[in-house]
């Protein structure tokens, strides 16, 4: 994506084709200025996102890694305690099993930090029978899962009994969907192709028979001709060489570099708008500026459909960018307030997350009540699974 200096942008309007009181604009012409609006609107999208990234994006990271720290310390905590508890507290054999099963939990959440009281304890908590009973309790979850992965996608799990954990069957159930998914639009896809192929195939075989040169190969050439055209135009005007003043002459040599740059990338909104730009400096001495003629139109129009396309993806790829860092979705359609809540709401969220974890904390220093807590955790893992 091109960006080009506010000295020198104005806005995407100005460029567009006007209708005279005398005469409609044509289908060209229209769709023209279409294609103009829409990379307005795209590069407006981008910037506005960019700057909206920019003002909330570091305070939040930061946020999200001070609350997910203090989450970490509290799992920790409890971790130790638990573990403990465990070696001293009065414990059923149920609630052993349950306190076992809650400080595997925990480890498997402090794995990756390395910690050396964490990793101290790991051994301890996989037994063969710990294992086992872990191995089953997956079990269990993953035929659940199994059951509601395959109603929504109206047929049978391929190869289920690979799957041992509710992790393996969602990602087996994700996968199989997304095969679905590729499947149908490779048909349509094919469809379409052969569809296009076949139409060109008829263009050409009749372009063949006239001796004529297909349309949209004569319109490709008048649009890499037009942007020459333009792009010669401006390097008579603004060369740097011919000009006796030291100010003008830097001026123009910045002017000229940014002529290169968009010539290098067949960006033609930003050639015309310096075009404009040299234009209402140095007016031509006849009154007003013709009209580009249709085909000419119909052939820029494909340099800018090509705009549209590359900035339509520069936009989908810092959405998909910003809503993996920031861990929430982000578009650029949504308004800034919109947006920020969203992150507000995650903030909380993880505040509340940490918060939880140390109000578990002081409230299970009684035996008592850390054996109710127990079965709330308890409870609460096999409604999550369900």
């Not at 573990?83 to 400080?103: C, I, K, P, S, Y």
């Not at 918060?355 to 893992?381: H, V």
């Amino acid at each position: 994506m091109s960006e080009t200096p506010s000295h020198i942008a104005p806005s995407l309007s100005s460029l567009m084709v006007q209708a005279s009181a005398q005469e409609k604009l044509s289908p060209a012409q229209q769709r023209f200025n279409d294609l103009l609006a829409q990379i307005e609107r795209l590069s407006g999208q981008i910037q506005r996102l960019e700057a909206w990234s920019d003002k909330h994006r570091y305070a939040h990271i930061q946020a999200l890694r001070e609350s997910v720290q203090q989450s970490q310390v509290h799992r920790k905590s409890l971790l130790l305690f638990v573990h403990e508890r465990l070696q001293n507290a009065d414990f059923t054999d149920r609630q052993h099993r349950m306190a076992r099963g809650l400080v595997r939990g925990l480890i498997a959440h402090l794995a990756a930090t390395k910690d050396p009281q964490v990793q101290a304890l790991v051994d301890l908590y996989t037994s063969e029978e710990d294992e086992q009973e872990a191995a089953e309790e997956q079990a269990e979850a993953a035929q659940r899962l199994r059951e509601r992965i395959e109603e929504a996608l109206g047929q049978p799990i391929e190869k289920p009994g690979q799957y041992q954990t509710p992790e393996e069957m969602m990602a087996a159930g994700m996968r199989q969907w997304q095969r679905q998914q590729q499947a149908d639009e490779e048909r349509k896809a094919a469809k379409r192709a052969a569809r296009k192929a076949q139409k060109q195939e008829q263009k050409k075989s009749a372009a063949a028979e006239k001796g004529e040169v297909p349309i949209a190969q004569m319109r490709e050439l008048d649009a890499k001709s037009a942007i020459r055209t333009i792009f010669r135009q401006l390097a008579s005007s603004l060369h740097p060489d011919r000009e006796p003043d030291e100010q003008e002459r830097l001026r123009k040599t910045g002017l000229m570099s940014e002529v290169n740059a968009a010539y290098e990338k067949n960006d033609l909104t930003t050639l015309l708008r310096l075009q404009m730009q040299v234009t209402q400096l140095n007016p031509p001495n006849k009154a007003g500026t013709p009209r580009m003629a249709d085909d000419q139109l119909i052939a820029m129009s494909l340099l800018l459909k090509e705009q549209v396309a590359a900035l339509a993806d520069d936009l989908d790829q810092l959405e998909n960018r910003l809503s993996s860092e920031l861990c929430v979705p982000v578009r650029a359609d949504a308004d800034e307030a919109t947006l920020s809540q969203s992150l507000q709401r995650i903030q909380a969220d993880q505040r509340h997350s940490a918060d939880s974890l140390a109000a578990d904390l002081r409230r299970i220093q009684s035996d008592a009540e850390l054996k109710r807590w127990l079965k709330e955790q308890w409870q609460l893992a096999k409604a999550t699974s369900a």
